[in-house]
């Protein structure tokens, strides 16, 4: 299927790579969205990410706040002007991401493994203009992934994106989920209009990692990067390791040389 899509740039934006979108991993309470959204605005980053549902490997751990912290995401655009994405995974998730006013919609590495929910999903936003990115599938599945997005394509959702977030292995050794870089890299090839992000932050799973991984990304063309970033990542309720403060993120980004003024 030849797709024929639609820039996925909000005005204001510059489209120039990489793109930045940072915010913490979950959306924990509003006073800690706030900080982290006014520490990364004072940053010049102009989209905010943050998940409020969170599916997660085994129950009893955080899963998000739910519907609540989606009132947060519209003071958040209201105080700082900023755009706000988060990660929806049910039709019920997409209906109250779109009345809250959610700027940017991702699909998440646990839902894109399988095929119905991604259906649900795409049916969910038929005759919607919004943004769609779509991390890849935890496992190592390049037609799985493009079948996704030919879903949505198919939806008629034509602002589409990808987010490299690596692939799950049983033997964990320095990254958390491996890069497999000729997998993007093949999606490019594939499918060269389509705008690829990276997620550093699961990739590595560590902050100490991050940098290196960025380079990578960026050497190879990445389109954007999905970055997590938190007031007090030692607190956080998920992924403490992989979160950045909003200075340490600015730090980050100047090393890289990445402008988002």
Same mark, same amino acid.
């Given at each position: 299927?030849?797709? %024929? ?38 940053? #010049? ?7 409020? *549902? &969170? ?16 009132? *947060?995401?519209? !003071?958040?655009?209201? %105080?700082? /002007? ?25 699909? /998440? ?13 795409? +049916?969910?936003?038929? #005759? ?16 799985? *992934?493009? =079948? ?5 394509? =198919?939806? #008629?959702?034509? !602002? ?5 977030? /690596? ?8 990254? !958390? ?8 890299? %093949? ?17 590595? /799973? &560590? ?15 990445? +389109? =954007?990067?999905?970055? %997590? ?9 998920? +992924? ?22």
């Amino acid at each position: 299927m030849e797709m %024929e899509l639609e820039s996925i740039m909000l005005p204001g934006i510059d489209p120039q790579r990489p793109i930045v979108i940072a915010g913490p991993c979950s959306a924990e309470t509003e006073e800690q969205v706030m900080e982290t959204a006014r520490g990364i605005a004072d940053k #010049g980053i102009k989209l905010f990410r943050a998940g409020i *549902w &969170k599916p997660r490997t085994k129950p009893g751990g955080f899963e998000g706040i739910g519907a609540e912290g989606l009132q *947060w995401l519209k !003071r958040v655009k209201k %105080e700082t /002007g900023m755009y706000v994405a988060t990660e929806v995974a049910t039709k019920d998730h997409v209906f109250e991401a779109l009345k809250a006013g959610i700027d940017v919609l991702w699909i /998440g590495a646990r839902t894109t493994v399988n095929p119905f929910a991604v259906q649900e999903i795409a +049916d969910a936003l038929k #005759g919607v203009d919004v943004p769609v990115l779509i991390k890849n599938p935890v496992n190592p599945d390049l037609e799985l *992934w493009i =079948g996704a997005f030919q879903r949505l394509y =198919g939806a #008629g959702i034509r !602002r589409l994106g990808a987010i490299h977030r /690596g692939f799950s292995s049983y033997d964990k050794k320095m990254y !958390r989920n491996l890069p497999l870089w000729h997998i993007p890299i %093949e999606l490019r090839r594939r499918m060269p209009n389509l705008p690829i992000f990276c997620d550093p932050s699961h990739i590595g /799973g &560590k902050r100490e990692l991050l940098a290196a991984i960025c380079k990578k990304a960026i050497s190879l063309h990445a +389109d =954007g990067l999905f970055i %997590e970033s938190h007031c007090c990542p030692q607190k956080a309720l998920s +992924d403490a390791a992989q979160q950045l403060t909003p200075p340490a993120l600015a730090e980050l980004l100047a090393m890289l040389n990445v402008s988002i003024e």
